[in-house]
């Protein structure tokens, strides 16, 4: 799990799949084991991990959940 731009360049240069945080939480969604990335999201932002306000909106959307 990379989300530094540079680490992530790295990992696709060498043929790895690369998957951040959002695509994580999504998954995680999708099999059923997280129940709601808008509380992890939100949580995220309290410990200061920044992701932008379209990110987030974009993640929230896919996941089919509204910001709380």
């Known amino acids: 799990l990379l989300d530094d731009k540079s680490a992530r360049q790295a990992a696709m240069a060498a043929g790895l799949a690369v998957i951040g945080t959002a695509g994580l939480l999504l998954a ?16 995220f932002s309290r410990h200061g991990y920044h992701l932008s306000a379209e990110l987030v909106a974009a993640i929230l959307e896919r996941a089919g959940e509204r910001r709380r």
């Open 28 to 43: 995680g969604k999708m099999r059923g084991i997280v129940p709601a990335v808008a509380p992890v999201l939100e949580a």
